[in-house]
């Protein structure tokens, strides 16, 4: 089937190119730890730091692009299916209900397509999918509150800071290698699944 095809051929380049992101991040790593420390006024407008190091937005960005290759695939998956079985239009999200629930319930209830057998990759999406959107719309900081529920996300710890004080988000998420491979090597999984059913 070309989707299954399609499907894998982006697979591989994204392992690709997360390998040689990777291979960027050890070098900008090295540039960050040999950067000189420049004493900053905490009140001033603006930095005075000689250094901009990114290394920090890779592997954020690497969820990015996991998150959109899953996203783009299911809904593709979904369409493919309405047209083939002349089935009623996705029903679009409502209010509480995430890309992931929408895709999944149109791909199980109205194409009838059997996903137990990858409920594991279903479950680890949507840890994708909440990291994610703590990156895409907070930065990747947390609130106190969500400290416990994203210390369970294996791949995924919490750097807290000092000046941490309720309500406010003052905890970031840090992203460990294993996380990346997981979550694209789930989103792969669950994909090619349901195009091969």
């Known amino acids: 089937m070309k989707l299954a095809k399609s499907i894998d051929r982006d697979y ?9 992101k990777f291979e960027l991040m050890e070098i900008a790593l090295t540039e ?9 006024d905490a009140d001033a407008d603006k930095s005075q730091a000689a250094y901009h190091g990114f290394s920090h937005l890779i592997k954020p960005d690497m969820l990015m692009n996991t998150y959109s290759y899953w996203e783009f695939w299911a809904k593709n998956l979904c369409d493919y299916q309405k047209y083939k079985r002349d089935l009623p239009q996705i029903c679009r999200r409502t209010k509480g209900k995430s890309a992931l629930q929408v895709f999944h319930e149109y791909l199980t209830g109205y194409v009838g397509i059997d996903l137990s057998a ?37 791949g995924i710890s919490i750097n807290i800071f000092p000046y941490k004080k309720e309500g406010l988000m003052s905890s970031l998420i840090t992203i460990e290698y ?14 090619y699944t349901a195009a091969i059913a």
């Not at 591989?12 to 040689?20: E, G």
């Not at 960050?32 to 900053?40: G, I, K, L, S, W």
């Not at 409920?119 to 416990?148: A, C, P, T, W």
């Not at 294993?178 to 994909?191: E, G, N, P, Q, R």
């Open 118 to 154: 990858v409920q594991d990759s279903r479950d680890r999406i949507d840890d994708l999918r909440r990291v994610r959107n703590k990156f895409m719309h907070n930065g990747g900081y947390i609130s106190d509150k969500e400290e416990d529920e994203y210390c369970l996300i294996e």
């Open 178 to 191: 294993a996380f990346i491979w997981s979550t694209l090597d789930h989103a792969k999984v669950y994909l």
């Open 12 to 20: 591989r380049s994204l392992r690709n190119y997360f390998h040689k």
């Open 32 to 40: 960050d730890e040999a950067a000189p420390t420049v004493a900053e």
